[in-house]
């Protein structure tokens, strides 16, 4: 069963830093979407993505961050100047209509 | 937005013992989903079940939309079936909203 695949699983960086955090989707999906998860909490959604365009965002999903489709592929997450609070568990999804989301197994971010 | 909550927050089982969780929303959907997240924090897709009953093996769920609930029942709970069970909605091809979870301890 195709699945959506995430990386890096786990992510250690200093506050202040960049990261990228990289998804692919399943091939033939086209809405593609980031979660957060902070440790204990419940997931949050951040952004929606569809026609290479942010379709939905939330108020969470402020200047720091951003999501690009580079290629045909790949669906990224950055964060340009890392804060204590990112740290979370960050969540692709991705789908092909209006059904089932799929998720990824997700990238765990420490910010130190 | 769409308000999601679940029921109870924790449940502590013994092994072999029977559990129903429920998930109420504020306001129609038409996409539902039940998660299992695993002690490594995946999210493990259950159920996609806007309307209807659906059965896979131990676990199964109905959502009556019109109510605005969902229920997952598992049977004969074994102690893999430990860790916080999600119920998410959304309507059309929009974002999911997430319940709270509810936590699940299956004890020997």
């Known amino acids: 069963e195709p699945e959506v695949t995430q990386t890096p699983s786990h992510q250690v960086t200093q506050m202040g830093q960049e990261v990228i955090l990289r998804c692919v989707p399943i091939s033939n999906h086209l809405y593609f979407y980031w979660y957060r998860q902070i440790l204990g909490q419940k997931v949050e959604f951040l952004v929606s993505f569809y026609n290479n365009e942010i379709s939905e965002k939330s108020e969470i999903f402020d200047d720091q961050f951003s999501v690009e489709r580079p290629d045909g592929s790949n669906f990224t997450l950055k964060i340009r100047s890392t804060k204590l609070e990112d740290s979370a568990m960050y969540f692709c999804?991705?789908?092909?209509?209006?059904?089932?989301?799929?998720f990824g197994p997700g990238t765990r971010l420490l910010v130190l | 937005g769409i308000q999601v909550e679940q029921s109870p927050p924790d449940l502590i089982l013994q092994e072999g013992a029977n559990s129903t969780l429920r998930c109420n929303f504020s306001?129609?959907?038409?996409?539902l989903q039940w998660f299992h997240q695993n002690p490594w924090g995946q999210l493990i897709n259950l159920f996609y079940i806007p309307s209807g009953t659906k059965q896979n093996g131990r676990l199964s769920a109905t959502t009556v939309a019109t109510e605005r609930y969902s229920l997952l029942y598992i049977s004969s709970s074994q102690t893999t079936d430990s860790g916080v069970y999600f119920c998410?909605?959304?309507?059309?091809?929009?974002?999911?909203?997430f319940g709270a979870g509810t936590q699940v301890v299956v004890t020997p």
């Open positions: 999804a991705s789908k092909a209509s209006s059904e089932t989301q799929y």
């Open positions: 306001d129609s959907v038409n996409n």
């Open positions: 998410a909605v959304g309507q059309g091809w929009g974002k999911f909203q």
